[in-house]
């Protein structure tokens, strides 16, 4: 079964700065779906970016990125210019095919400090 | 677009009582919907996956009979959770995707469910 592992429960930045999600997976899956979802004390989820595995290069949405290292089964979120609404859990999530179940890691708090 | 909605946002209920949760796609038509649970500070767990028309499909270890989910239309999925018991305590969250060749599921806002 596939996992997906986060290894920092929290994180914390400071407004401006900018911050590194981490987040690992096992699949022998060669194409899948790989997502960063936010979740604020709402608890609303809001999707922040999404990577196809057959697409090399990395996702990118305004100030959100995301490393993705096939080979490595890395998917690291990158959040530029942190800003204080970006304060939230942080879920990172993958999909073996399209439309079907999403499997979340434990996922990461980030604090943002003003 | 694409907003999925969850009714109620809140409940309370007995021990031994049983409650519906509402699923529902506003503004497209859902295919697949997804029931998830969430206990504070931990993840999502999947809880079964639902098809319109079709018996919903149970992960290991959740009880198809304490949590009936029915998916009658093509917008609307209803989770039961019959003769609650504290333990049944929880964030209930669902999701939504259009069909098969969409990745992004869509998800409603919870509801949090609490046992007396």
């Known amino acids: 079964a596939q996992t997906v592992t986060q290894s920092q429960p929290e994180m914390s930045v400071q407004e401006a700065e900018t911050v590194t999600l981490s987040c690992t997976y096992d699949t022998s899956e060669s194409d899948y779906y790989l997502f960063w979802y936010k979740q604020p004390p709402s608890r609303q989820m809001i999707l922040v970016i999404r990577?196809?595995?057959?697409?090399?290069q990395n996702a990118t949405e305004n100030r959100f990125s995301v490393n993705f290292q096939k080979a490595a089964k890395s998917f690291s979120l990158k959040i530029s210019d942190s800003q204080l609404g970006d304060a939230a859990m942080y879920f990172c999530?993958?999909?073996?095919?399209?439309?079907?179940?999403?499997?979340f890691g434990e996922g990461t708090q980030l604090t943002v400090n003003p | 677009g694409a907003v999925v909605s969850q009714h109620p946002s809140w409940v309370i209920c007995k021990s031994g009582t049983s409650v519906k949760i509402e699923c529902r796609s506003l503004d497209f038509q859902a295919t697949t919907m997804f029931w998830y649970r969430q206990f504070p500070k931990q993840s999502l767990m999947l809880m079964a996956t639902s098809n319109e028309g079709s018996k919903a499909t149970y992960e290991q270890g959740v009880e198809k009979d304490k949590f009936l989910i029915n998916h009658a239309s093509l917008t609307l999925s209803t989770l039961t959770v019959t003769s609650a018991h504290p333990e049944d305590s929880s964030f209930y969250i669902c999701?939504?995707?259009?069909?098969?060749?969409?990745?992004?599921?869509?998800f409603g806002p919870g509801t949090r469910l609490t046992v007396l």
């Open positions: 999701s939504a995707t259009l069909d098969s060749f969409t990745d992004t599921q869509y």
């Open positions: 999530a993958y999909q073996e095919t399209s439309g079907s179940r999403l499997t």
């Open positions: 990577q196809e595995a057959y697409k090399q």
